[in-house]
């Protein structure tokens, strides 16, 4: 061995000692490395984009919604002014319409005879033409009140059995019924005269009586023999049934006697079709 090699033979050692792994694996392992953190660049830009984009959806949405929310209400509140208008202009109307009904009254009772008068008040009575006054039963029929808070057993998505509207027009018509079977001279139902020719209908969420719309709670005000009407409405099978469901809390109801009550008329429908019939003799 040389002196050269015996110099160079420490060295090596000490070399392979300090540095475990050739240069040439560190140098292949650099070059991996930064084939593995060259992609982020992207998946970062790629991140930045989509939150961008999210952001710009969500101002956009939100910008719109303001900008749609005043037209909305603008246009909820001329709908319920113009509502509003129509009811106080029908109001008007009716009120000008009963004077003027009163005042021609006066005017044909004053050029009838006592007897003639007399008899056609009758008819405007039993037609409900003209408004009353006597004792009578008053019947109310109310929606149970219900919880604003939803069971925890509801199923999502599903309506709660207690949501429902419990009563509708087959109720008002029941009541009704019964009150003139019961010896009823005139009746109304929430201050709409009923005449022999009056509907009570269901419509949506509504009772229609006369094509009116009403709702609860449902107000039948009859007039007659109190006494009578109590007896006979209080021992009939409609009465028992609506007891029955107010006391399981299915409906509210009730029906008390009045010593006075009011009843308005009603509007006078001029027939389309009927016509009087001509007595034997007449000639046509």
Do not use: C
Not at 1 to 8: G, K, L, V
Not at 66 to 93: E, I, M, W, Y
Not at 232 to 244: C, I, K, L, N
């Amino acid at each position: 061995m040389t002196t050269q090699n015996r110099e160079q033979g420490p060295a090596l050692l000490i070399e392979l000692v300090n540095q475990t792994l050739d240069p040439g694996y560190a140098a292949a392992a650099a070059r991996r490395n930064g084939a593995q953190e060259r992609p982020a660049v992207p998946r970062r830009a790629a991140a930045a984009l989509a939150a961008g984009l999210i952001g710009f959806i969500l101002v956009a949405a939100y910008v719109h919604a303001n900008r749609g929310a005043p037209r909305s209400a603008k246009v909820h509140d001329a709908l319920v002014a113009q509502v509003r208008t129509a009811q106080s202009a029908g109001d008007s109307l009716d009120a000008e319409q009963r004077g003027l009904t009163s005042k021609v009254d006066s005017l044909r009772n004053s050029a009838l005879g006592t007897s003639d008068a007399s008899g056609l008040q009758r008819e405007e009575l039993l037609a409900g033409a003209v408004a009353v006054r006597g004792p009578g039963l008053q019947v109310t029929l109310r929606a149970p009140k219900v919880s604003a808070t939803p069971s925890p057993n509801t199923r999502q998505g599903s309506v709660a059995l207690s949501a429902v509207s419990a009563l509708s027009d087959r109720d008002v018509r029941s009541v009704v019924n019964q009150l003139w079977a019961s010896g009823a001279e005139a009746m109304s139902v929430n201050d709409i005269r009923l005449t022999p020719t009056s509907a009570i209908r269901f419509a949506g969420e509504a009772v229609l009586v006369d094509f009116q719309p009403i709702t609860a709670p449902y107000v039948i005000r009859a007039i007659g023999a109190a006494d009578a009407l109590d007896t006979g409405f209080a021992a009939s099978d409609v009465a028992s049934r609506y007891q029955t469901l107010s006391a399981a809390g299915a409906i509210m109801f009730s029906f008390e006697e009045e010593k006075s009550l009011t009843l308005p008329a009603s509007a006078i429908a001029a027939p389309q079709h009927a016509s009087v019939t001509p007595t034997a003799g007449a000639t046509r």
